[in-house]
């Protein structure tokens, strides 16, 4: 691979979904069964004994991962999958209707809280609140004002450039998105090297816990949480771990 590679160099229209989705998640990993766990968690926390739902979410960058989805579909009427890979939008578009029965040992982790609980048809659910995937760019978040209410970003900025100044930017243009006080999480590959996807290389950017604080700050509020996974089980070569964010954007 080049040493350097920005988003617009990659060919993302290429990307090979079902390659991706049968190495990651035909089964679920330990990891993803960590992340979903604190997730969950920080959503609940948040709006459990509110009352009312929110009215719009967003999952940035979704790919043919279902799970950022799940962890918001208890608290708003809406959510919105923004994808730029072409493939990646048509298998989001054919699980709408009644996604793969993979994806139920994801769901059944959530339900340990009550939100997620009291969802008697969680396929149902997420037929009506979750939206045809919309063809965007993260980066294209940066030029509009903040419309959604909660957002996920999971494995997006660090995995799309090799260039530390679009990761940042990334960051900040999904910050930008959400309203003020709209609780978050979004995920990250630690010292990611690339990752090959079929016979594509894609890039990503080497990045840690630091540089991910670096990124955040003075956008997010003082209680949020931002951690290296205990999870030491990779899911493939080329990184060294994972760091995760939870948190609300600075009102």
């Keep these: 691979m080049a040493d350097h590679i ?6 993302w229209d290429d990307f090979d979904t079902r390659e991706y989705i049968g190495h990651n998640y035909l089964v679920m990993q330990a990891v993803d069964e960590e992340i979903i766990t604190l997730v969950r968690d920080h959503f ?11 009215p719009a979410g967003i999952d940035v960058g979704a790919g043919p991962n279902l ?8 608290w708003c009427d809406s959510i919105t999958q923004l994808e730029r890979s072409a493939n990646n939008r048509e298998y989001l578009l054919r699980q709408r209707d009644w996604y793969e029965p993979h994806w139920d040992p994801f769901w059944k982790v959530l339900t340990e809280r009550r939100g997620y609980r009291d969802l008697d048809n969680p396929r149902e659910r997420f037929k009506q609140v979750v939206q045809e995937p919309v063809e965007g760019s993260l980066f294209e978040l940066c030029a509009g004002k903040p419309r959604w209410d909660i957002g996920t970003m999971f494995f997006v900025a660090e995995s799309i450039t090799t260039s530390l100044k679009e990761f940042r930017q990334g960051v900040h243009c999904f910050m930008n998105a959400l309203k003020p006080g709209a609780p978050f999480a979004t995920a990250f ?16 950017r080497d990045i840690d816990k630091e540089e991910v604080e670096r990124a955040l700050d003075g956008l997010v509020e003082d209680d949020v949480q931002i951690t290296r996974l205990e999870t030491s089980d990779l899911v493939r070569d080329g990184y060294t771990g994972m760091i995760l964010a ?5 009102k």
């Design 6 to 11: 920005l988003n617009a160099d990659a060919p």
């Design 44 to 54: 609940s926390d948040h709006f459990e004994g509110r009352g009312d739902r929110v």
């Design 67 to 74: 799970y950022p989805a799940f962890t918001m579909l208890p």
């Design 189 to 204: 590959m630690e010292h990611s090297q690339g990752y090959r996807v079929g016979d594509i290389e894609f890039p990503a």
């Design 246 to 250: 939870r948190g609300r954007r600075k």
